[in-house]
T-cell receptor, first 114, second 115 residues
Framework: AQSVSQHNHHVILSEAASLELGCNYS??????LFWYVQYPGQHLQLLLK??????LVKGIKGFEAEFIKSKFSFNLRKPSVQWSDTAEYFC????????????FGTGTRLQVTL | DGGITQSPKYLFRKEGQNVTLSCEQN?????MYWYRQDPGQGLRLIYY???????QKGDIAEGYSVSREKKESFPLTVTSAQKNPTAFYLC??????????????FGAGTRLSVL
């Protein structure tokens, strides 16, 4: 069975600090990888995704993530966070070519202070 | 305005009572999903449906039931058999074209509490 680990449960950063949120998954086959974000009071929305090709993917609002196959990792990064990035971030994975079984991590709550 | 509508936003259940959460989408998506979100546990899949009149159990289906009589609707019933129903419930959908890539779009959620 697939599983996703997000080791940082709660991260507090000052504005302009750099961000890296860890995500590791367990699955031996080809995967699709996602980061979703849930801003306070808003819908869960897709931040970025990796299906194939360049392992460094760029998403909305200056976020990027790097897929490192040998480490089963898909860490999320942003060089300089803003107060508006305060949200909960979820990593998710599914097996490439299969439908529906999207497995989420437990989430990381990011708090950005002014 | 296209999207996924979940209602009600807040719901209260008495002990021994069944309650039904509504999820409607006008995105013409074939697949729909129900997740449960608990603090510190992320999202866990309850049921999903890839086409009308068909659905499959997810990881935590016990105590829940669903139906998919129409493409745009996927109601979730939380039965009295669900011993810990207090949670935030999220509905999602994805299109057939994106199905293999599994890009899911989410509703605003329903927060269920037990009285």
């Amino acid at each position: 069975a697939q599983s996703v680990s997000q080791h940082n449960h709660h991260v507090i950063l000052s504005e302009a600090a750099s961000l890296e949120l860890g995500c590791n998954y367990s699955y031996g086959g080809t995967v699709n990888l996602f980061w979703y974000v849930q801003y306070p009071g808003q819908h869960l929305q897709l931040l970025l995704k990796y299906f194939s090709g360049d392992p460094l993917v760029k998403g909305i609002k200056g976020f990027e993530a790097e897929f490192i196959k040998s480490k089963f990792s898909f860490n999320l990064r942003k060089p300089s966070v803003q107060w508006s990035d305060t949200a909960e971030y979820f990593c998710a994975v599914n097996s490439a070519g299969t439908a529906s079984k999207l497995t989420f991590g437990t989430g990381t709550r990011l708090q950005v202070t002014l | 305005d296209g999207g996924i509508t979940q209602s009600p936003k807040y719901l209260f259940r008495k002990e021994g009572q069944n309650v039904t959460l509504s999820c409607e989408q006008n995105l013409n998506h074939d697949a729909m999903y129900w997740y449960r979100q608990d603090p510190g546990q992320g999202l866990r899949l309850i049921y999903y449906s890839q086409i009308v009149n068909d659905f499959q159990k997810g990881d935590i289906a016990e105590g829940y039931s669903v139906s998919r009589e129409k493409k745009e609707s996927f109601p979730l019933t939380v039965t009295s058999a669900q011993k810990n129903p207090t949670a935030f419930y999220l509905c999602a959908s994805s299109s057939r074209q994106a199905l293999a890539k599994n890009i899911q779009y989410f509703g605003a959620g329903t927060r269920l509490s037990v009285l």
